[in-house]
C-alpha cells in the first residue's frame, strides 16, 4: 500500500543545513493501523508531511498504491491528496459554518463529486462512528471527540488508499481519546481502512498493529503487537521509549 525508500529531507537556515530524515525507510500495508512515536526533533511531522507531498523530500521514494509520488506533478498530487489520501488533524479543522454532515461530504464538494453514492457513504459513516444523532449539528454544538469522529468520517468519504493522521487525539482528554482511537480501529475493522498515524501518546499508539519509533530521523525500532494484549504493548513501548533515553 505504501512504501518509504531511502528517504532524506534537510532544511536549509541561513549557511547552515539541517538533517532531519536521514534514510528513512518502512511499508505499511493494506488494512494495517501503523504509529510512529518519538522524541520532538525525530522528523516524525516531516515525514507525515514528505508522504503527503506537502513539502519535497531531497532524495528517495514514496509509493502509494503503485504510484511514484515524488514524480508526479503538482496537479496529480491535488488529486491524490483529494482522492487517494485521507487527512486527521489534531485540531479538527471543521468548518463551523457547515453541519456534521456536510462537513463529512467536503472533499467529495471539492472533488465535484457529491451524488446519491456521496450522500449514502456520509450516511453509513455517520452510522459507523456513532454520530447520527448530530449529524445536522455545527461544530460549535458537539464534543472534541465527536468533532475528531466527524474529521475521521471525512477522511474516508472519497474511500482513500491511505488516512494519515496527525496527533489526533493531541488536544483530548482520556475519555474522547479512546473514542478517537476506537474510531480508527472501526475504519480498519469494519471498513478496511489503512491507517498511518503521528503520536506522541504511547496510549493511542498501543491499539495500533505497529509502532514505528523514529530516533534522529532514523527507523530506531519496529514493534509488533501481534497477539499481544493493548496494556502489555503499551508497556513494551513505554520499556522501548526507556531504552532509547538510556542510550
Not at 500500500?1 to 541561513?14: A, I, P
Not at 471525512?154 to 473514542?179: F, M, Q, V, Y
Request: hydrophobic share 40%; with cysteine; charged share 25%.
Amino acid at each position: 500500500m505504501l512504501t518509504v525508500k531511502d528517504l532524506y529531507k534537510s532544511y536549509q537556515v541561513g549557511k547552515t543545513t539541517y538533517e532531519v530524515l536521514k534514510g528513512v525507510s518502512l511499508t505499511v500495508e493494506k488494512g494495517e493501523f501503523v504509529a510512529v512515536m518519538g522524541p520532538s526533533g525525530s522528523g516524525k511531522t516531516t515525514l507525515l508531511n514528505c508522504i503527503s507531498c506537502y513539502i519535497p523530500t531531497d532524495s528517495g521514494e514514496i509509493t502509494l498504491g503503485g504510484s511514484q509520488l515524488a514524480s508526479l506533478g503538482e496537479d496529480a498530487l491535488a488529486k491524490i491528496r483529494n482522492q487517494q489520501l485521507g487527512f486527521v488533524f489534531q485540531d479538527f479543522l471543521l468548518l463551523d459554518g457547515l453541519t456534521v454532515r456536510e462537513n463529512i461530504l467536503l472533499p467529495a464538494i471539492i472533488g465535484g463529486t457529491v451524488n446519491s453514492q456521496a450522500e449514502a457513504r456520509a450516511d453509513q459513516l455517520c452510522d459507523v462512528f456513532g454520530i447520527t444523532a448530530i449529524r445536522d449539528k455545527y461544530p460549535a454544538e458537539i464534543s472534541g471527540g465527536e468533532k475528531q469522529r466527524t474529521a475521521v468520517a471525512r477522511a474516508l468519504i472519497n474511500r482513500p488508499l491511505l488516512i494519515l493522521a496527525d496527533e489526533p487525539t493531541g488536544n483530548l482528554d482520556s475519555k474522547s481519546s479512546r473514542a478517537v482511537i476506537r474510531s480508527f480501529e472501526q475504519a480498519r475493522d469494519a471498513l478496511e481502512a489503512t491507517i498511518f498515524m503521528v503520536t506522541h501518546d504511547s496510549y493511542a499508539a498501543s491499539f495500533c498493529d505497529r509502532v514505528v519509533i523514529l530516533r534522529d530521523g532514523l527507523v530506531w525500532r519496529t514493534l509488533e503487537r501481534g497477539d499481544t494484549d493493548r496494556p502489555a504493548f503499551q508497556d513494551q513501548l513505554l520499556d522501548a521509549i526507556r531504552d532509547m533515553g538510556k542510550e
